[in-house]
């Protein structure tokens, strides 16, 4: 009885289906605008290194300054074992500035698309622990209130793509990943699974914090069970279907 009196203190056995198609809309919305957003963040430091860059439904495709990149596979063509074991050889100097420029390029294009998600949801977590007062004593959540939930939730990407990832790992026996933050894990000689993991975490505390302190309990069992269908159908609609149609 114990148990029970916790469990619906927690979570009501309400549920109200106006409110689930809309909030699985939003869901199905948040997905497609989560990941565009996620590589406009790739986008954008692309832009601020110079180079020439375009967003795709689910990557952005970035191209490298030619006459550099022509210069660094030519001596590295010619030059391999010089250049392994660290030996002169002609331009090395032009060689090396243009690998450390490209190193250090390379972490910020990585790290554009994960920081774009994470700083959003911070922002939006910020600006509801600012807003508390009107979560705490609101019974039905406003469209407005609703909205900054879903900004906050932002960091269910790093949660999903850890439950994506990890089965698809399992299954083809490979635990070296490849994804950004395994790149940038990679960057900094940490175990590969390390950021991604401790983010995933981050994901799963912030979504238990605003379904269990900021949702109303009449209105979670609904919030819950949209999450699932529209964030599922949110997937296949925009990363299997029809993305690559809209944004090839």
């Not at 509801?128 to 469209?143: D, G, N, Q, V």
């Not at 990832?165 to 990679?186: C, Q, T, Y």
């Not at 209105?219 to 159908?233: E, I, S």
Request: glycine share 8%; aromatic share 16%.
């Amino acid at each position: 009885m114990k148990g029970f009196n916790t469990f619906t203190k927690l979570l009501a056995l309400s549920f109200d289906f106006r409110l689930f198609v809309l909030l699985a809309i939003g869901f199905i919305a948040f997905t497609v605008i989560g990941t565009v957003s996620h590589e406009s963040g790739h986008y954008l430091m692309a832009k601020c290194f110079g180079y020439e860059a375009k967003i795709h439904y689910a990557s952005t495709g970035i191209r490298d300054n030619q006459k550099d990149w022509l210069f660094f596979k030519s001596v590295w063509q010619k030059y391999p074992s010089q250049i392994r074991s660290n030996q002169p050889f002609p331009e090395k100097e032009r060689f090396e500035k243009i690998r450390a420029e490209h190193k250090r390029a390379g972490f910020w294009l990585t790290a554009g698309g994960p920081l774009q998600t994470m700083l959003t949801g911070t922002i939006g977590l910020i600006i509801l622990i600012l807003l508390r007062k009107r979560y705490f004593s609101a019974e039905r959540l406003s469209f407005g209130l609703w909205l900054l939930i879903f900004i906050t939730l932002f960091w269910l990407r790093q949660t999903a793509n850890f439950f994506i990832v990890l089965p698809m790992s399992i299954i083809h026996g490979s635990i070296n990943g490849h994804g950004d933050e395994f790149g940038l894990a990679r960057y900094f000689h940490l175990p590969v699974w390390s950021i991604l993991t401790f983010s995933a975490l981050i994901g799963i505390v912030i979504l238990a914090v605003v379904i269990f302190k900021f949702i109303p309990i009449k209105q979670r069992l609904t919030f819950m069970a949209a999450g699932l269908v529209g964030g599922v159908t949110g997937f296949v609609f925009w990363l299997i279907l029809f993305g690559k149609i809209i944004m090839p």
